[in-house]
């Protein structure tokens, strides 16, 4: 998925400096000139819970790690007050990187606590601009926003800057099949192999091609043309029929003493007489002349 077209809205047009926020002093010899940037024991820091994404490298993690013990955090978190402690609004990766680095203290940006939403729409936000959310845990971020909270798809598309087929392609992540999800997420395939399979009708459908796909570690072009193979062998769904044709269908047939089938169209349409040997089509056509006759 590219995800690298910059967003029509950022972190920094949703964040509100807060007046008289509680907490620490802010540092005045700062470089972030313009905030007010505390720098706030991590113990004081509570993760949050809208907090989308789920899994954190531990690799990763220790890479930041290093990079803080050498340089410090160069961004703050973003955080609210809550109850004497703070809340995380975004910057979760960084906060868990300077424990592992041994700080006592982070930068952070206190702002007013947004509504439920809001965190989520921040969190959210954080995560995209840094581009490293996966596209699992942004399908169920989007969707705890409109369950939850009443938002649509066109007022995410705005708020996070994506086009209203990209945010349904995304929401539609979460119909697939589980053992299908745990590929996606352990990258095993892509998000384009995802959207592929979900052109697909059934979960079978769906789980068959994608064991073939990580089997034979098919290109996302390589799994469509699969797909379009699969959909090709398929037979032509059974067509219901109305009651009424049926019971014409049953009609004739006992008038015939043949197999009879109609196939309407609209106003329109044929009636097929089925039989088996010249005598019994000499016989219908008899029958047929005198039905008329009479």
Same mark, same amino acid.
């Given at each position: ?6 967003? /029509? ?7 509100? #400096? @807060? ?6 002093? $802010? ?14 024991? !991590? ?8 907090? @989308?994404?789920?899994?954190?490298? +531990?690799?990763?993690?220790?890479? &930041? =790690? ?17 109850? /004497? ?15 592992? =680095? ?7 940006? *206190?702002?007013?606590? +947004? ?7 921040? =969190? ?10 996966? @596209? ?7 969707? *705890? ?11 995410? /598309? ?6 209203? $087929? ?10 697939? +099949? ?9 990258? #095993? ?5 995802? #959207?592929?399979? &979900? ?12 064991? !073939? ?6 290109? *996302? ?5 699969? *797909? ?6 398929? +037979?032509? $769904? ?17 008038? !015939?003493? =043949?197999?009879?089938?109609?196939? $309407? ?21 008899? !029958? ?7």
């Amino acid at each position: 998925m590219n995800r690298s077209k910059p967003l /029509g809205k950022g972190l920094s047009a949703l964040i509100q #400096k @807060p007046a008289g926020a509680g907490g620490p002093e $802010p540092d005045s010899s700062s470089a972030f000139q313009g905030a007010h940037i505390h720098h706030l024991p !991590l113990e004081l820091i509570n993760r949050n819970r809208q907090q @989308p994404r789920r899994d954190f490298e +531990p690799a990763e993690l220790e890479e &930041l =790690a290093q990079s803080i013990r050498a340089n410090g955090v160069l961004q703050p978190v973003l955080v609210f007050e809550d109850g /004497g402690l703070y809340t995380l609004i975004a910057g979760e990766r960084r906060w868990r990187a300077s424990q592992l =680095a041994g700080q006592k203290t982070i930068p952070a940006l *206190v702002r007013e606590r +947004p509504d439920e939403g809001g965190l989520m729409r921040l =969190a959210l936000l954080e995560n995209i601009q840094r581009e490293d959310l996966h @596209p699992l845990d942004l399908s169920n971020g989007l969707r *705890v926003l409109i369950e939850e909270h009443g938002m649509t798809q066109e007022e995410l /598309g705005q708020t996070l800057g994506m086009s209203r $087929p990209a945010v349904s392609n995304l929401l539609r992540l979460n119909k697939l +099949p589980t053992v299908i999800k745990v590929s996606l997420k352990e990258d #095993k395939i892509s998000f384009g192999h995802a #959207k592929v399979l &979900l052109g697909l009708a059934t979960d079978d459908e769906k789980i068959r091609c994608w064991q !073939l796909c990580v089997k034979r570690d098919l290109s *996302v072009r390589q799994l469509e043309d699969l *797909v379009r193979r699969q959909r090709e062998a398929q +037979p032509a $769904p059974a067509v219901v029929k109305p009651f009424d044709i049926l019971q014409a269908e049953e009609s004739l047939c006992g008038s !015939l003493g =043949a197999r009879v089938s109609i196939s $309407p169209n609209r106003n329109r349409g044929q009636i097929r007489i089925d039989y088996a040997t010249r005598e019994e089509l000499d016989r219908l056509v008899e !029958l047929l002349q005198t039905m008329d006759a009479s």
